[in-house]
């Protein structure tokens, strides 16, 4: 099974797991509409956090006992063995500037309140921010996830303005 790996850096996996971040943007096509996908973790952390059933719990644990390189480092772990995925639901190819700030949103990129929270109707959105590091407040959507965009795959990536295949998914475990 294919597996798909977010940044942890920046909190994108468990933006994923918690269905805040619902798109990805990959240089390559590597998945096809339809397509169900591993989502890849370390195999301490899977043992950590998770539920898992008995066969599979004794497979990780036997790999995790004979410190597998997965132990600790997700791009060595098996498709097959992970807990959680997702659904690919579109794929497009596009510049990566040619982002929406609705699109912004399903990569992760979260509104930042003038208060604890939004929840109460209160507060307003005062800027746009994302996980991971120090806190900085953007004015748009698209500038936080140029930033993100660069923190990713190196300075000067947003500006360069690549094609990219913009997929939308669905966490559907």
Partial sequence: MDKIMFNDKYGLTDAVLG??????RRKSALYMTGQIVAIAQDYKTILESEYLPSALETEVCR??????RG???????KGEYMPHHIRILSCKFQHLQDITNEECLKE?????????????????IVGYTFVGGHLYIYDSA???FASLINKLNGKGYWESNPRVFAYEFELIN
């Fill in 142 to 144: 698209k500038e936080a």
């Fill in 19 to 24: 269905r805040q971040k619902t798109m990805t």
């Fill in 71 to 77: 132990t600790t480092n997700k791009m060595f772990v």
């Fill in 63 to 68: 790999l995790v006992r004979s410190k597998h």
């Fill in 108 to 124: 992760g990129i979260m509104p930042y309140y003038d208060g604890p929270n939004g929840d109460d109707g209160l507060h307003q």
